[in-house]
């Protein structure tokens, strides 16, 4: 079964590596870049599945050998099977994880809002936090950003603030960040040195190409309307606010931070398309939902999903119980540490529905 699908795999690299040689592949831009990250995220896998091969291989000859006459050939043959029976199991299980299915989502970029939640000033102070925090996170990942929407606190940070993300594997890495995040600390405003906790959310969306939106213009309503401009600055004069009802499920999606109506469209259709795209996932996976909660999560802001504890140098991620003391290094955009945290968690258990369902 498990070399079935191998040799699956390797007859389609070998198919992208022909495709990729095609002229009509070279000479469409967007098709080539497709297939070119198909095949290069294809390339490890393969010389992981080589290795395998040639493990194989050598256990075939290995066998063969326990047949001869000679004593010192059949113990040589012997030791060398030891070996080689090791290197299939740890192989194997490499070979497990590797072959967990990516989220299909995950190589796209983002729009990720961060909004002040309850604790007045402090929130709003907070959330500028977690903006300053992620945006070190994106400059040392090479990412590049775009802030589509601010509104500022009256005491510093946001009270909303909306960026897009631009990179590689975005939403792979952020997709874990949708819920509360609350902190636990003396605000500068504090007299007493008492700590007190604020709240702020984050949203994050994987970002649509237009081809890739899988609804229909005549299953859309749209609606324009006036919106203040970026920051609440502008006079209402024009109708930049957009909102997009897909007439079949009734939802609704809508955007009035861009600072153009064009834009406010692109921003309202991704997340209708993500509203969409998530209620077609459930009624999928509607048989497996009493048997397990996505670690990421609904994305609901009421999710409390981390706490950043400032006098014990604390960060704790409440959905896979783990807890770091390294809050002064995470809030200079130190995430590594949580986010594979969070990624081992989540193929953990992808592998045991891998396993369940074969």
Do not use: C
């Not at 594997?169 to 902190?183: I, M, P, T």
């Not at 649509?208 to 920051?231: P, Q, W």
């Not at 957009?242 to 406010?264: C, L, M, W, Y």
Request: charged share 35%.
């Amino acid at each position: 079964m498990m070399i079935d699908r191998l040799r699956a795999i390797k007859n389609k690299h070998q198919d992208l590596e022909v495709r990729l040689s095609d002229p009509e592949v070279t000479g469409d831009i967007k098709l080539f870049s497709k297939l070119h990250k198909e095949y290069k995220d294809l390339t490890e896998l393969v010389q992981v599945i080589d290795q395998y091969e040639l493990i194989l291989s050598n256990i075939d000859s290995s066998t063969a050998m326990l047949k001869e006459a000679d004593q010192e050939m059949r113990e040589m043959a012997q030791e060398e099977l030891y070996d080689l029976k090791k290197q299939k199991e740890d192989i194997e299980d490499k070979l497990k994880w590797m072959l967990i299915p990516k989220d299909p989502d995950d190589d796209k970029d983002v729009i990720m809002e961060i909004r002040s939640g309850t604790g007045g000033d402090e929130a709003s102070i907070f959330a500028g936090d977690l903006f300053r925090m992620y945006t070190k996170y994106f400059d040392a990942k090479g990412w590049k950003y775009e802030i589509e929407y601010a509104n500022e606190g009256t005491a510093g940070g946001y009270n909303k603030v909306i960026l897009e993300i631009f990179g590689e594997d975005v939403f792979g890495f952020l997709k874990f960040e949708s819920g509360a995040h609350r902190v636990q600390r003396v605000p500068k405003t504090e007299t007493q040195g008492r700590v007190h906790t604020s709240a702020a959310t984050v949203a994050v969306l994987p970002k649509f190409e237009l081809e890739e939106i899988n609804i229909r213009k005549d299953e859309l309503r749209v609606d324009t309307f006036r919106s203040s401009g970026a920051g609440g600055q502008h006079v209402n004069k024009t109708e930049s606010g957009v909102r997009f009802t897909h007439i079949p499920t009734g939802i609704v999606a809508e955007s009035t931070d861009g600072r153009s109506q064009i834009k406010n469209r692109e921003i309202a259709l991704n997340r209708l398309a993500a509203k969409v795209n998530e209620a077609q996932r459930e009624a999928v996976t509607s048989a497996y939902a009493s048997h397990r909660k996505s670690l990421v999560g609904s994305g609901d802001r009421s999710d409390k999903i981390r706490t950043y504890n400032y006098p014990q140098n604390r960060v704790t991620d409440h959905r896979i119980n783990l807890t770091l003391y390294n809050l002064d290094r995470i809030v200079l955009g130190d995430l590594d540490g949580i986010f594979d945290a969070l990624k081992l968690a989540e193929n953990t258990e992808r592998l045991k529905e891998m396993v369940a369902d074969e």
